[in-house]
């Protein structure tokens, strides 16, 4: 069945570092996964997506990686500001969305 | 315009009570999506919408009746709710069902008492 998990349930960074979130999943027929980003008290907010024919994508100041072989992605965010400190889940999006357990980042000055 | 509108914000029901949590949106999108998410944890899918048709029941409680009005609108009729109902109702859309970003609205707290 699907199941989409992350590795670490809280990530420390210092302002100005590099952040990287992992997730794992399961479903070797996933093809389309989503990172959102969730501020307390709100919704979860796009941040990027990937496809399967893809291995890397990149925004502003994030990027996706992607390997299928070992079904696993990730979110990396380039220097880190205050303002990145949030929850972060990896969602799959084949049929339906389905997210992970989540990573909560925090941003220490 | 990516927004999609959630009311009320909060609300307050007891066990007996009869109440509906409404989400909008104006994107043109076609699935739309009703999550409900308990503190520290991920969103959980409760129903899915695809062209005004359910065609996601996540073997909800019958005590939560979505509803599609049209393809801007979507309700989650609540009656006879208990204590652990409590939590952030999240409503979502996307252009098609699966295929595409998802755009949340902020959520209705809900508490039951």
């Known amino acids: 069945g699907e199941n989409v998990g992350l590795h670490l349930p809280t990530l420390s960074v210092q302002e100005g570092d590099n952040s990287i979130i992992n997730c794992a999943y399961s479903n070797s027929a996933s093809d389309y996964f989503i990172w959102y980003k969730q501020e307390s008290g709100k919704g979860p907010q796009f941040i990027i997506d990937i496809r399967s024919n893809m291995d890397k994508r990149q925004g502003q100041r994030v990027t996706v990686l992607l390997n299928k072989t070992v079904k696993h992605l990730s979110l990396q965010i380039a220097a880190t500001q205050p303002g990145d400190s949030a929850v972060y889940f990896c969602?799959?999006?084949?049929?339906?969305?389905?997210f992970g357990t989540g990573t909560r980042l925090q941003v220490f000055p | 315009d990516t927004e999609v509108t959630q009311t009320p914000k909060h609300l307050v029901m007891g066990m007996t009570n009869k109440k509906s949590l409404k989400c909008e949106q104006h994107?043109?999108?076609?699935?739309m999506y009703w999550y409900k998410q308990k503190a520290k944890k991920p969103p959980e899918l409760m129903f899915v919408?695809?062209?005004?048709?359910?065609?996601i029941n996540e073997s909800v409680p019958s005590r939560f009746s979505p509803e599609c009005p049209n393809s801007s609108l979507l309700n989650l009729h609540l009656h006879a709710l208990q204590p652990e109902d409590s939590a952030l109702y999240l409503c979502?859309?996307?252009?098609?069902?699966?295929?595409?970003?998802?755009?949340f609205g902020q959520g209705t707290r809900l508490t039951v008492v």
């Open positions: 994107m043109g999108h076609r699935a």
């Open positions: 979502a859309s996307s252009q098609a069902r699966g295929r595409d970003e998802a755009f």
């Open positions: 919408y695809s062209y005004e048709k359910l065609s």
């Open positions: 969602a799959e999006n084949t049929d339906k969305l389905i």
